[in-house]
């Protein structure tokens, strides 16, 4: 749910269930997601987006990654834990040409018991996947480095539902990231448009937009190029 106006979000947050996910429209490795567990929680985060808002860069809760990345084992400690210490004093470049983040809030489902999400990536006629999953006592996938790669990981009908989703968006290249609901049904968790390009690199081959799969290494940067290309002649 996406609100524009407060009076309509506290409403509807006294009408709804918990918990909820609350986010803002910027981030990525899961900054900027909240777990809403309670009434009192949503209306705390409502009245801050419509008063002094958010930052684009939470740098507590950067800090706060950075520690359970260490404690995960999935960060070396020493040059982790200084970048974190000093994202606290030492303002991000892009943070200062950022406005801070209000006038809105977002809240999503939280849809239990996923222990990982899929990630499909779409560019033109051609699709490639990876499952991502969940971060040790967390519910996200995001940016917990604990990826597998093969085909038989991935559930097809995400690649289906991405592609035909791209089509309706007419668009060049999209990242969608998808959860189950209780029946096992795949729902798209969000949609986003670009990613670190080398986390891709395992990935033992591709999809046509007909769900054929070619296995072997490919370069996705050259299907911009292509796609980019063939727009241009038309």
């Not at 004093?89 to 809240?107: A, H, L, Q, S």
């Not at 480095?145 to 290249?173: G, T």
């Not at 986390?199 to 370069?219: Q, R, S, V």
Request: hydrophobic share 40%.
């Amino acid at each position: 749910m996406f609100f524009y106006e407060k009076t309509e979000a506290i409403d509807w947050i006294k009408s709804t269930t918990f918990p909820k996910v609350f986010k803002l429209r910027g981030g990525a490795g899961a900054l900027n997601v909240n777990l809403v567990r309670t009434e009192k929680e949503a209306i705390y985060f409502t009245n801050k987006a419509f008063s002094r808002g958010f930052s684009q860069f939470d740098r507590f809760g950067f800090l706060k990654d950075k520690i359970k990345k260490v404690i995960a084992g999935n960060e070396p400690f020493f040059w982790e834990m200084l970048k974190g210490i000093a994202a606290l004093f030492v303002p991000i470049e892009f943070t200062k040409m950022r406005d801070r983040e209000k006038g809105y809030v977002y809240f999503q489902d939280f849809i239990p018991n996923n222990a990982f999400d899929i990630r499909v990536v779409v560019v033109g006629n051609k699709a490639f996947a990876n499952k991502r999953i969940n971060r040790k006592n967390d519910f996200w996938a995001s940016g917990s480095r604990n990826y597998l790669f093969e085909k038989k990981e991935i559930d097809e009908r995400c690649v289906q539902i991405a592609f035909e989703v791209n089509r309706k968006l007419n668009s060049q290249s999209t990242y969608y990231d998808f959860v189950f609901d209780e029946a096992s049904n795949p729902l798209i968790l969000e949609i986003s448009y670009c990613s670190v390009v080398h986390k891709y690199d395992k990935c033992p081959g591709y999809w046509d937009d007909k769900l054929n799969f070619y296995e072997g290494k490919f370069n996705p940067q050259y299907w911009h190029i292509e796609n980019l290309i063939s727009t241009i002649k038309k």
